[in-house]
């Protein structure tokens, strides 16, 4: 059975000078942000949803109702937090809260200054080397900008609950939710990548999610039987069964366990993590000249790619039509952007 024990790094973790979000992301998500921040006016968009968002009150409400982490309270995570901003190339270290609540979850929050919502049962749950790793999540959540969508789903999500008794004032907003609960768990797989690269600990990311799933028990639990599960989940039934684990899914924010385990495990192992470790990776300097058509490309061939090692029947039934559902947006995207940017 592997080792599943505490064990911190035998070497110095590398930083990643000037490293762009575009290093770590999932395609998915990058190709939609990709395309989001080459539209003209978007930014402006974006500025006068934080003003309805109101960080300032989401700050206060946090500021009065937790625990603010620095020198003399939560050392440990403030610590975390001003390490990752640092080997991510973060300009500004995000504040950390810790508040009390027995769900094990964590958070990023905010547009102009993100700040970072740590649950006291993710504290209890993981020790300080699986605790950096999520530290790390948030702050990759908070470079490639996901804290702007966290925020405004949050909003978004109350507002559904005070228009609840409207007739049909619920729908609307419940599908820009559901819209953005599907970008935001591919936004996980990407922010568990940046993870990685601020711990620089795999067998650490592997404990988290295990524990995640099944608690602080780890001499109970197997790494080789996890992924075998993983495999077991992505193969498991018929069309039926694959219909079922597809309507799940559709209120969670965050992918099941097993998947981001399978999905962290295959990253590590493709060449991608050791690429960046060695210095090779995209820099920010250069986001402005992404192009959305290759980002979009290379989102709709991991699409291939996961289904063709996919067992699941019903991805095999969608395939086609999600295929050609890719190649349409790209040439949306392209359009849109010809016209909003003069061809930009």
Same mark, same amino acid.
């Given at each position: 059975m592997?080792?599943?024990?505490?064990?911190t790094?035998?070497?110095?973790?590398?930083?990643?000078p000037?490293?762009?979000?575009?290093?770590?992301?999932?395609p998915a998500?990058?190709?939609?942000l990709?395309?989001l921040?080459?539209l003209?006016?978007?930014?402006?968009?974006?500025?006068?949803?934080?003003?309805l968002?109101n960080?300032r009150?989401?700050?206060?409400?946090?500021?009065?109702g937790?625990v603010?982490?620095?020198?003399?309270q939560?050392?440990?995570?403030h610590?975390?937090?001003?390490?990752a901003?640092y080997?991510?190339?973060l300009?500004?270290?995000?504040?950390?809260?810790?508040?009390?609540s027995?769900e094990?979850?964590?958070?990023a929050?905010?547009s =102009?200054?993100?700040?970072i919502?740590?649950?006291?049962?993710?504290? =209890?749950l993981? =020790?300080?080397?699986?605790l950096?790793?999520v530290?790390?999540?948030? $702050?990759?959540?908070?470079?490639?900008?996901?804290?702007?969508?966290?925020?405004?789903?949050v909003?978004?999500?109350?507002?559904?609950?005070?228009?609840?008794?409207?007739?049909?004032?619920? &729908?609307?907003?419940?599908?820009? $939710?559901?819209?953005?609960?599907?970008?935001?768990?591919?936004?996980?797989?990407?922010?568990?990548?940046?993870?990685l690269?601020?711990?620089?600990?795999?067998?650490? $990311?592997?404990?988290?999610?295990m524990?995640m799933?099944?608690g602080?028990?780890?001499?109970?639990?197997?790494?080789?039987?996890?992924?075998?599960?993983?495999?077991?989940?992505?193969?498991?039934?018929?069309i039926r069964?694959?219909?079922?684990?597809?309507?799940?899914?559709?209120?969670?924010?965050?992918?099941?366990?097993?998947?981001r385990?399978?999905? &962290?495990d295959?990253?590590a192992?493709?060449?991608e993590? #050791?690429?960046i470790?060695?210095? =090779?990776y995209?820099?920010? #300097?250069?986001?402005?000249?992404?192009?959305?058509?290759?980002?979009?490309?290379?989102?709709?061939?991991?699409?291939?790619?996961?289904?063709?090692?996919?067992?699941?029947?019903? &991805?095999?039934?969608?395939?086609?039509i999600?295929?050609?559902?890719?190649?349409?947006a790209?040439?949306?995207?392209?359009?849109?952007?010809?016209?909003?940017?003069?061809?930009?």
């Amino acid at each position: 059975m592997p080792d599943m024990t505490t064990k911190t790094p035998d070497r110095a973790r590398t930083r990643f000078p000037g490293i762009s979000s575009r290093a770590y992301e999932h395609p998915a998500d990058r190709s939609a942000l990709v395309a989001l921040r080459s539209l003209t006016g978007f930014d402006v968009v974006l500025r006068r949803l934080s003003g309805l968002i109101n960080e300032r009150a989401l700050r206060l409400e946090f500021l009065g109702g937790a625990v603010r982490a620095g020198d003399n309270q939560f050392r440990h995570l403030h610590d975390m937090a001003r390490d990752a901003a640092y080997i991510l190339d973060l300009p500004e270290v995000p504040e950390v809260y810790v508040k009390q609540s027995p769900e094990p979850n964590a958070t990023a929050i905010g547009s =102009d200054h993100p700040f970072i919502v740590v649950n006291t049962g993710l504290l =209890d749950l993981h =020790d300080d080397e699986e605790l950096r790793f999520v530290i790390g999540h948030e $702050v990759g959540h908070i470079l490639s900008g996901h804290a702007v969508y966290q925020t405004m789903m949050v909003i978004l999500t109350r507002l559904g609950a005070r228009l609840a008794w409207l007739p049909l004032g619920n &729908i609307g907003i419940a599908a820009i $939710v559901m819209g953005l609960q599907e970008w935001f768990r591919k936004a996980e797989l990407s922010a568990d990548r940046a993870g990685l690269l601020a711990g620089q600990d795999l067998d650490a $990311v592997k404990r988290t999610m295990m524990k995640m799933a099944g608690g602080t028990r780890l001499a109970e639990m197997n790494t080789e039987a996890f992924l075998a599960q993983a495999r077991e989940y992505d193969a498991a039934g018929d069309i039926r069964d694959g219909f079922l684990k597809f309507l799940n899914l559709l209120n969670l924010t965050h992918p099941y366990p097993v998947i981001r385990f399978a999905e &962290i495990d295959r990253w590590a192992a493709s060449g991608e993590y #050791e690429r960046i470790l060695g210095g =090779d990776y995209p820099r920010r #300097e250069d986001d402005g000249s992404a192009s959305i058509s290759e980002e979009i490309r290379n989102a709709a061939n991991a699409y291939r790619e996961s289904w063709s090692q996919s067992a699941d029947p019903f &991805i095999g039934k969608v395939r086609d039509i999600a295929e050609g559902a890719a190649s349409a947006a790209g040439g949306l995207f392209e359009r849109v952007t010809r016209r909003a940017g003069g061809g930009s």
